[in-house]
C-alpha cells in the first residue's frame, strides 16, 4: 500500500513537472501528459492500475463540473442557447449514432447496443484540453463562450447515452417507451435535484454561524451531495451539478462571504487543476492493462479501429458545425439570435476542430462493469477502452497540436476578438468614485470630508487602497470603509444582472478586487 501512495505522489510530481514544461514550449499540457502517462505505464515494476470502476465518475466528475459551473458566465449561457444546446445535445446523439453504425459495420463482435455504448463514451468533446489550448492564443469571445457552455452540458447528455446502452448490453433488450420516460426523468429530476440541493446548502451557509473553513468543507460535500442524491434517484448526476452550481455561482455575494469567496476561488482552481491533471497522466497509465485484455484481436486491428473512430467523429463534429451554422443563418429570418455576423466557412471549421476528448470520455470507459449482473464477462470491454485510448490520444495529439496553427493561419487570434476592457474598466472606476463620495457625505460632515484620510478614501475608492495605506486606518473608518465596498459591490452585481452587454469578466474582475481589499481590512 506504501508503495503505491508513493507512486502516486510520485506521479503529482511528475505532472507539476510535464505542465511547467508545457508553458514553456507553448504546448497544452493534456497532450504532454497523456504521453508521459504511455511512456509510464510500459515501465517494467510500475504498478497496474486497480481502482474500482463505479468509484471513477464519483471522484472526478462532480468536483470538475462544480468548478467549471462556478466559472461559466450564465449570462453567455443564455446568449448562445441555442447553438449550445443544440451541440451538448443534437450533435452528441448525431455522434452517438454515426459511432454506433460505425462500430457495428466495420468491428466484428459489435451489436447496435455495444455501438451506441460506444459512441457515448467518446461523444462529449472535452473543454479542457481546448481551454488550456486557446490560454495561449486569444479567440473571439463567442467561440469560448460557446465551447465553455457546450462542455457543462454535453456530458450530461453523452452520458444518458452511455447509461441507456449500457442496460441495453446488460439485459439484452430496449424499450423505447420506457428509455423515453426514463430520459425526461434524468433531464428533469436531475436539473430538479441540483436547484434543491443547492437551495439547502446555500440556506445552510446562511443560517448557520459558519465561517471560512467550515464555508470550504461544505463547499466540497455540495457537487458530492448533489451528484450522489440525483443518482440514487435514477437522474442525472451530472445535470444535478451543474444545475445546482450555477445556482450557487449566481446567488454567491448572498451566501459567502467576501474572506469564502477568495478562499473558494483559490481552492476549486488548484483542485481542479491537479485533479484534470492527474486523469490525463491515468489515461496514458492505463494502457499496459488495456492491451493485455484485448484477447483475439491483435493491436494491429484495435488500432485501426481506433482511427477509423476517431476520423469519425472529427468527421461528424466538423459537418455538424456547419449544419449548426447553415440552421442559425436561416433561423435569423424568421427569430433573433445572438449573433447577426456571418460567421464564414472557417468558424464551423475551427469550432469542430476543438473536439478533442479527455477525462469524461476516460472516467466512462473505466466506468463499464467488469462483469455484467449474470457473472459473465462484459463484451468487448477492453476493445472499447482501447479505442477510446486511441480517440483520446489521436484528437489531443494530432488537434491539440495544430489547434494553434489553425487558429493564426485564420486569423481567430484578431478576427472580431475586440474587448474593449479599458473603457468597461475606466466606466466602473468611475462610478465606484461617486458611489463612494455619495456614501461619505451621507455619513459624514462637510469638516470630515477634508481629513486626509477621508481624501484618500475617495481617491482610492475605485482603485483599492495600497498595502501601507491600509495599516494606518482606524476601526471607524474601516468600518465606514467596509460599508463603501458593501455598496460598491451591490452595485456591481446589480449592474451586471441588469445590463446584458456588459462583460461579466470584467465585473468579476471587479468584485475579485473588492473581495480582496475587504480581507486586507479584516487582517488589519
Keep these: 500500500m506504501l508503495e503505491h501512495v508513493t507512486f502516486y505522489l510520485g506521479m503529482v510530481l511528475v505532472m507539476l513537472l510535464l505542465i511547467i514544461l508545457a508553458q514553456r514550449i507553448k504546448v497544452a499540457y493534456p497532450v504532454l501528459l497523456v504521453v508521459a502517462g504511455l511512456g509510464i505505464g510500459f515501465i517494467p515494476g510500475v504498478p497496474m492500475l486497480n481502482m474500482d470502476p463505479e468509484l471513477i465518475f464519483i471522484i472526478f466528475l462532480p468536483p470538475l463540473l462544480y468548478e467549471a459551473s462556478w466559472s461559466v458566465s450564465w449570462k453567455e449561457l443564455w446568449k448562445w442557447r441555442r447553438i449550445i444546446l443544440s451541440f451538448a445535445f443534437l450533435v452528441v446523439f448525431v455522434t452517438a449514432l454515426s ?85 425526461l426523468w434524468m433531464l428533469i429530476g436531475g436539473v430538479g435535484i441540483g436547484l434543491l440541493v443547492g437551495w439547502l446548502f446555500m440556506k445552510t451557509h446562511k443560517l448557520l454561524p459558519t465561517d471560512v473553513n467550515i464555508d470550504m468543507a461544505l463547499s466540497i460535500l455540495t457537487p458530492y451531495a448533489m451528484y450522489i442524491a440525483a443518482e440514487e434517484a435514477h437522474s442525472s448526476g451530472v445535470l444535478a451539478v451543474v444545475s445546482g452550481g450555477l445556482l450557487m455561482s449566481y446567488h454567491r455575494f448572498n451566501f459567502l462571504s467576501g474572506r469564502s469567496r477568495i478562499r473558494g476561488y483559490n481552492f476549486w482552481e488548484s483542485t481542479s487543476f491537479i ?25 494491429g486491428e484495435a488500432i485501426g479501429y481506433g ?35 456571418n460567421p464564414g466557412w472557417t468558424t464551423p471549421l475551427f469550432l469542430g476542430w476543438t473536439g478533442m476528448r479527455g477525462v469524461v470520455s476516460l472516467a466512462a470507459a473505466l466506468s463499464i462493469p467488469i462483469h455484467m449482473g449474470n457473472g459473465a464477462a462484459f463484451p468487448q470491454r477492453n476493445l472499447i477502452l482501447f479505442i477510446t485510448f486511441v480517440v483520446i490520444l489521436l484528437t489531443l495529439v494530432v488537434q491539440g497540436l495544430t489547434l494553434p496553427a489553425i487558429i493564426k493561419k485564420f486569423g481567430f487570434e484578431e478576427k472580431d476578438y475586440i ?31 477634508t481629513q486626509p484620510i477621508y481624501k484618500k478614501l475617495i481617491d482610492h475608492s475605485s482603485r483599492q487602497l495600497s498595502g501601507d495605506e491600509a495599516f494606518t486606518l482606524s476601526e471607524p473608518v474601516k468600518d465606514l470603509y467596509r460599508h463603501i465596498l458593501d455598496r460598491q459591490r451591490q452595485w456591481l452585481v446589480n449592474k451586471n444582472r441588469s445590463i446584458m452587454t456588459l462583460d461579466e469578466d470584467i465585473v468579476r474582475k471587479h468584485l475579485y478586487y473588492l473581495d480582496h481589499e475587504e480581507e486586507r481590512l479584516f487582517l488589519r
Excluded at 474593449?420 to 470630508?449: C, G, N, T, W
Aim: with cysteine; proline share 3%.
Design 99 to 183: 459511432t454506433a453504425l460505425i462500430a457495428y459495420t466495420f468491428i466484428p463482435g459489435f451489436t447496435l447496443a455495444l455501438g451506441f455504448l460506444l459512441g457515448g463514451i467518446v461523444s462529449p468533446p472535452d473543454a479542457i484540453s481546448a481551454g488550456a489550448i486557446m490560454k495561449f492564443v486569444k479567440v473571439p469571445k463567442r467561440i469560448s463562450s460557446i465551447l465553455e457552455g457546450e462542455s457543462l452540458l454535453n456530458d450530461a447528455s453523452s452520458l444518458i447515452i452511455f447509461q441507456f446502452a449500457l442496460i441495453a448490453v446488460s439485459t439484452g433488450k430496449f424499450d423505447v417507451q420506457n428509455a423515453s420516460m426514463s430520459f
Design 275 to 299: 485533479m484534470n491533471g492527474f486523469v490525463f497522466i491515468l489515461i496514458g497509465l492505463d494502457l499496459p492493462e488495456i492491451v493485455a485484455g484485448l484477447g483475439h484481436t491483435s493491436i
Design 307 to 341: 482511427v477509423l473512430i476517431t476520423v469519425a467523429l472529427i468527421v461528424v463534429r466538423i459537418l455538424s458545425c456547419y449544419g449548426a451554422v447553415i440552421t442559425t443563418l436561416v433561423m435569423r429570418n424568421f427569430i433573433t439570435v445572438a449573433d447577426t455576423a
Design 419 to 449: 474587448k474593449p476592457e479599458e473603457k468597461v474598466d475606466a466606466f466602473i472606476e468611475k462610478e465606484l468614485a461617486a458611489l463612494a463620495l455619495q456614501y461619505m457625505r451621507e455619513h459624514l460632515s462637510e469638516d470630515e470630508l
